[in-house]
């Protein structure tokens, strides 16, 4: 009979809360945000690091949480979609998505969102291309890319706005 699989404890901060779990050593990082952690906003679309639905932030840098390990995120600080919304409602980006049209199916949303905010940290006043480059992990089946281009680019407007004026503002007031 095969030896069970001991369990191994770990222990991760996602969007600021601490969690301690005994996971198998096999379990997907998205599993484990999905299904231990009941944070469902991260998508699961091709299982082979394809797609990008399943992007999330680890230290601050994204990656694709269907190929790496649980184990391989003891220690460490993950971002997922829903630590993007304010405690005074959406983030820019969330709004921007929403208003310009940057979502039919929503199913590459999340990782759509995870990856323009971490292009937004990065370079806060990308050009066209820069959006694209940024978001080319990502795959949309429905949208053709226009509006989600168009909604990075409201969403940056909006948040040089806030840095500029320090109010807060939505994604229109910019765009
Ligand atoms: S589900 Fe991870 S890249 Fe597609
Ligand atoms: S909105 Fe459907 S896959 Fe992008």
Not at 11 to 25: A, C, F, L, M
Not at 41 to 49: E, N
Not at 59 to 73: D, E, F, H, R, Y
Not at 128 to 145: F, H, P, Q, S
Request: with cysteine.
């Amino acid at each position: 009979m095969p030896e069970a699989i001991q369990p191994v404890r770990i222990e991760v901060t996602v969007n600021g809360h601490k969690y301690q779990r005994d996971i198998e050593p096999r379990m997907l990082l998205v599993e484990f945000i999905r299904e231990e952690l009941g944070l469902t906003g991260t998508h699961i679309g091709c299982d082979t690091s394809y797609c990008g639905a399943c992007t999330i932030l680890l230290n601050g840098k994204p990656i694709k949480s269907c190929t790496a390990l649980a184990v391989q995120a003891d220690g460490c600080e993950l971002m997922t979609v829903e630590g993007l919304e304010r405690d005074d409602g959406l983030h820019p980006l969330q709004t921007a998505f929403s208003e310009h049209h940057g979502l039919q199916c929503g199913y590459c949303t999340p990782g759509m969102l995870m990856s323009s905010y971490n292009l937004l940290e990065e370079n806060p006043n990308p050009s066209r291309d820069e959006i694209c480059k940024g978001i080319a992990g990502n795959v949309c089946r429905c949208t053709g890319y226009q509006n989600i281009v168009k909604a990075v680019d409201a969403a940056a407007k909006a948040l040089s706005y806030e840095i500029t004026t320090g109010k807060p503002t939505t994604a229109t007031e910019e765009a």
